[in-house]
């Protein structure tokens, strides 16, 4: 933009130089060229400073970029490498776990037949003594039926008899004394 705009001012006073019926000359040059090298002199003294400050910053954003990347690439291989190292161990752990997988199985059927059996002999156990309590209470209940059987016979048996009669109640009164 700079050059464009001196190029453009050179152009002019060469211009204006040659407006005259005579042609230009070397010697008409130079006082544009001294305001030229004037202009480009105060501009250097003026602009070397931002100039090379705005490069050396733009310098070391871009050196502090490359060390960024630098480090973030040595990270990435590391976790590259974890991860390798993670897959190549990925058969090994798949295995061990299937294993205890099989041994909490097999040890779960253990248990629950365990289980299973002792409920069983448990049931068995309380059938039995479940069968042998009716079957003892039946054995009562018949018993005292067969009692107040006996003693509905013998109560006819001796109400029609009166000799029994007599024999019972003397019998009686010989137990209460």
């Not at 305001?35 to 602009?47: M, P, V």
């Not at 871009?62 to 990270?75: D, L, N, P, V, Y």
């Not at 067969?146 to 001796?158: F, N, Q, S, Y």
Request: hydrophobic content about 40%; cysteine-free.
């Amino acid at each position: 933009m700079l050059f464009w705009f001196v190029l453009s001012q050179f152009s002019q006073t060469v211009m204006a130089a040659s407006d005259g019926a005579h042609h230009g000359s070397v010697y008409d040059l130079i006082a544009p060229a001294v305001n030229f090298l004037i202009l480009f002199g105060f501009l250097s003294i003026k602009l070397k400073k931002p100039i090379s400050n705005h490069f050396t910053q733009k310098a070391t954003d871009i050196e502090a970029s490359m060390k960024r990347a630098s480090e973030k690439a040595k990270q990435a291989e590391k976790n590259l490498a974890e991860q390798k190292a993670k897959l190549s161990k990925v058969d090994a752990e798949v295995s061990k776990i299937m294993e205890e997988a099989k041994t909490e199985v097999t040890t779960f059927v253990k248990n629950y037949d365990d289980e299973i059996q002792a409920r069983v002999k448990k049931m068995r156990v309380d059938g039995v003594t479940r069968v042998e309590a009716e079957k003892n209470s039946l054995i009562m209940e018949i018993n005292g039926e067969l009692i107040d059987k006996v003693v509905a016979k013998t109560k006819e048996k001796i109400s029609k008899d009166s000799s029994l009669q007599t024999k019972v109640a003397a019998n009686l009164l010989k137990e209460l004394r």
